[in-house]
C-alpha cells in the first residue's frame, strides 16, 4: 500500500500575524501520525523558516506537503522578488532584510542554512523578478 497524506496551505507575504501557522499545520499532522519527535522538529524548523522568508520577503507563496511512509517532502513557492545569488543567500549570516524585520527580531541570516541543516535534501530555485522555490525532504529512519 502506498499512501501519501498531502496538504496545501496559502502564504501571504508581510502577514506577520499569521507568521507560523502553516509550518504549525504540517507539525501537527507529523504529530498526529506519531512520526519521530527529533524528526518532527526538524521539519518544524525547516518549514517555519521558509513560510518565514515568504512572509518576509514575498508577495504570496504555498507551502505543500507529501507524507509518506518513509518520509515528508516539504515545496515552498512564491510570487516575489527572487534571490539573484543563491551562493551568497545560503551563506550563514548573510541577510537583506530591512530594519523594521530585525527589530522584530528576524533577519539573522540563518534560516536558509537551518533549512538545508534540517533536510535530507534541500533544492532551492529561484528566478529574479519571478520567484523562489524550495523543496525539502525528511526521511522518517
Ligand atoms: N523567498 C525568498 N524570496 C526572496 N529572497 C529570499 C527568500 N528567501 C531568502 N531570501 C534572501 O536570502 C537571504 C537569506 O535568507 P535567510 O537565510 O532565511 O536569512 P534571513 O531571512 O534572516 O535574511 C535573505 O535575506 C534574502 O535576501
Ligand atoms: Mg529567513
Known amino acids: 500500500?502506498?499512501?501519501?497524506?498531502?496538504?496545501?496551505?496559502?502564504?501571504?507575504?508581510?502577514?506577520?500575524?499569521?507568521?507560523?501557522?502553516a509550518s504549525?499545520?504540517?507539525?501537527?499532522?507529523?504529530?498526529?501520525?506519531?512520526?519521530d519527535e527529533a524528526i518532527i522538529r526538524r521539519a518544524a524548523i525547516a518549514t517555519f523558516e521558509a513560510e518565514m522568508n515568504v512572509i518576509i520577503y514575498a508577495a504570496a507563496g504555498r507551502l505543500q506537503y507529501y507524507i509518506t511512509p518513509?518520509?515528508?517532502?516539504?515545496?515552498i513557492d512564491d510570487m516575489g522578488p527572487g534571490i539573484e545569488n543563491i551562493e551568497l543567500a545560503m551563506q550563514e549570516g548573510y541577510s537583506t532584510a530591512p530594519d523594521w524585520v530585525r527589530e522584530m527580531g528576524w533577519g539573522a541570516g540563518m534560516g536558509?542554512?537551518?533549512?538545508?541543516?534540517?533536510?535530507?535534501?534541500?533544492k532551492i530555485?529561484?528566478?529574479?523578478?519571478?520567484?523562489?522555490?524550495?523543496k525539502m525532504i525528511i526521511h522518517f529512519s
Do not use: Y
Open 1 to 21: 500500500m502506498d499512501e501519501t497524506i498531502e496538504g496545501s496551505f496559502q502564504i501571504i507575504g508581510g502577514n506577520f500575524a499569521n507568521a507560523g501557522e
Open 24 to 35: 504549525m499545520q504540517l507539525k501537527s499532522k507529523l504529530v498526529e501520525l506519531g512520526i
Open 70 to 75: 518513509h518520509e515528508v517532502t516539504i515545496k
Open 112 to 122: 536558509l542554512p537551518n533549512m538545508k541543516k534540517n533536510s535530507d535534501e534541500f
Open 125 to 134: 530555485d529561484s528566478v529574479v523578478g519571478e520567484g523562489t522555490t524550495v
